[in-house]
């Protein structure tokens, strides 16, 4: 681990290898089993409960139902979530030729809003826990073989491929400070850093 900010940093994402590829995985991170969905910060409980006349058009029967009955966000503050169906796939979920796609991102795309979707999705494979301080860890699950594979061939790193929701997190400072920290452990430096001027 490594200090970048006020954030702990797991070693493995310097060297990771990842670009999603959705079209191997269709979108299995919206649809992990375990029954509990994404996890929101309170003010996207919010953001979620504005946009829901927006996203509804998107979404099947069955998941307007549990929204209708459940809420559209369960849990307690501080400890707040995306409902799922069947305890696997989050109600804000569409399947557009079998690949489970955002209904947030979608209406984000669509120009219908300025919110693209929870930050805890945008960041993943990365999550984000504070324990009196913020933990950024990789997670490298079975159902994301095929973005390690593809990051790998295509020689695209994580640390690359999550620099937006990274920023949105973080701010561009802390960005450039975490990438150079990369760099610096995989041995690849700023090409700038002693550059003549």
Known sequence: MFLVGEAVVDEEIPRAGFCCDVRTCKGACCTLEGGRGAPLEEKETREIKKLLPIVRQYLPERSLRIIDEKGHVEGTPGNHATPCVDDRECVYVYFDDG?????????????????????????????????????????????????????????????????EPLVRKYGRRWYDSFLEECRLRDGHPDPKQGAST
């Open 99 to 163: 690949i489970a796609r955002c209904s947030f991102e979608r209406a984000f795309l669509e120009g219908l809003s300025s919110w693209r979707k929870p930050l805890s999705c945008h960041l993943f494979p990365i999550r984000v826990r504070n324990f009196g301080q913020d933990f950024v860890t990789y997670h490298e699950i079975d159902e994301c073989a095929a973005g390690r594979l593809r990051g790998t061939n295509e020689q695209v790193k994580l640390r690359d491929f999550l620099e």
